[in-house]
């Protein structure tokens, strides 16, 4: 079992940055691959970022790519979200999630590949 607390979310001006972290419970975090997922009112949740184990392979959505950084602190059980560049259209909450994985080179991309996940931490970019 994991339990994922997401924080690190606001208001922010266009062209802003934030980080988001996401500490998790447990004793087996190294052996999750871990994601960030956003869903805005009235949208599907879509998949932002990915990383595997060890942080050696990491994943983008076009939409983010070149803007957002994902990593992760195995000693710290805590995955970040870095977000830089923001537009309006990053408002959304944005969701961690923990998906068990049987090797290192593992990203995952899609909802149901993901067991464990967070309440939500809202972000709003401010046109």
């Known amino acids: 079992q994991v339990q994922l607390v997401e924080s690190g979310g606001g208001l922010v001006q266009t062209g802003g940055s934030l980080r988001l972290s996401c500490a998790a419970s447990?004793?087996?975090?190294?052996?999750?691959?871990m994601g960030w997922f956003r869903q805005a009112p009235g949208n599907e949740r879509e998949f932002v970022a990915a990383?595997?184990?060890?942080?050696?392979?990491?994943a983008y959505a076009d939409s983010v790519k070149g803007r957002f950084t994902i990593s992760r602190d195995n000693a710290q059980n805590t995955v970040y979200l870095q977000m830089n560049s923001l537009k309006p259209e990053d408002t959304a909450d944005y969701y961690c999630?923990?998906?068990?994985?049987?090797?290192?080179?593992?990203?995952?991309?899609?909802?149901?590949?993901?067991?464990?996940w967070g309440q939500g931490t809202q972000v709003t970019v401010s046109s």
């Open positions: 999630a923990a998906g068990i994985v049987g090797t290192d080179n593992e990203v995952l991309t899609r909802r149901y590949e993901y067991h464990y």
């Open positions: 447990g004793r087996t975090f190294s052996r999750y691959a």
């Open positions: 990383i595997t184990w060890r942080g050696g392979n990491t």
